[in-house]
């Protein structure tokens, strides 16, 4: 692999910004290192390369479990989620699960279910998706960490093959989604078909974590984990980049913000125009 394939990084950058991220591991006290939940916690990877190995209904019921009774803020349940399995995704979406996965959930902020119960409650659109947004995510993390200790491989998709928040308004269309409902991300799960993968680039604990005010960021430490970013992100799409898949984010921004300010927050909320993108179907 040549320097050129990296843009603004030298061979030597390139294989030093790898050799970072294969020798990552998570910080944990030699006391603790026992203990089994914190491990299934930890050792949690995004998972693209699935085995043919059926889910057994019983686990994939456990996994689902885990999100209904996760926390939410006052008990609300703010989500709702969308299951599939390899032939109702194939039915929905003409289409196999992203990286041959077996099941997929496609969690949604809910604010439409509650309102049968609290019409009373007064309307506050933003307070309610910053709950919803909290909650189902909360939900997802649930399903990811009962997946880990089952023995199950996930990842969180937000754009590939069209299944997040990239995508709100085409899942509105597809999902037959009521007002104050709206996509956040799908989850796919299936057996792993290769080893755990290096845990990707994270920052240091000092960088993410104050007391008091808040604190900037040291910009080298920032610039170090982009390069990290860039290599590993390499290293694993040899035939991409990161910059390519940014860009691809990027040209979908415009219509997903237009759709989810339809979708929370109604028509004339007087907000100011979004700009839209012309959305394809890739």
């Known amino acids: 692999m040549s320097a050129a394939q990296t ?11 790898l050799w970072r991220i294969v020798a990552g591991r998570p910080n944990i006290p ?37 999100a209904r009774v996760a926390p939410s803020t006052v008990n609300l349940q703010s989500w709702a989620f969308a299951v599939f399995s390899t032939e109702s995704w194939q039915a929905a979406f003409g289409r196999a699960i992203p990286f041959k996965a077996q099941r997929a959930v496609i969690v949604l902020g809910d604010m439409h279910r509650n309102r049968a119960v609290l019409q009373a409650f007064p309307r506050s659109p933003l307070v309610e998706y910053s709950a919803a947004v909290m909650n189902a995510s909360l939900a997802a993390m649930a399903m990811t960490i009962a997946a880990e200790a089952l023995g199950v491989g996930s990842v969180m998709l937000s754009e590939t093959g069209r299944s997040g928040l990239l995508d709100a308004g085409y899942l509105k269309e597809k999902l037959g989604l009521p007002e104050r409902v709206f996509p956040l991300m799908t989850i796919v799960f299936g057996y792993p078909a290769q080893a755990a993968p290096p845990m990707p680039p994270r920052l240091p604990l000092e960088q993410i974590c104050f007391e008091g005010q808040y604190r900037e960021a040291d910009e080298e430490v920032m610039a ?33 913000e237009a ?21 394809d179907d890739n």
């Open 224 to 256: 170090e984990w982009m390069r990290q970013m860039t290599a590993g992100y390499k290293a694993s799409f040899p035939t991409s980049s990161l910059q390519a898949q940014l860009g691809v984010y990027q040209s979908k921004i415009g219509q997903a």
């Open 30 to 66: 030699p006391a603790l290192q026992g203990n089994a939940l914190l491990q299934t916690v930890l050792k949690r990877r995004s998972v693209r390369r699935f085995t043919q190995q059926d889910i057994p209904e019983e686990v994939f019921a456990a996994i689902l479990e885990a």
């Open 259 to 279: 759709d989810l300010r339809q979708m929370v927050f109604g028509v004339g909320a007087g907000l100011g125009p979004a700009q839209p993108v012309q959305k």
């Open 7 to 17: 843009p603004g990084m030298t061979i030597g950058e390139f294989l030093r910004s």
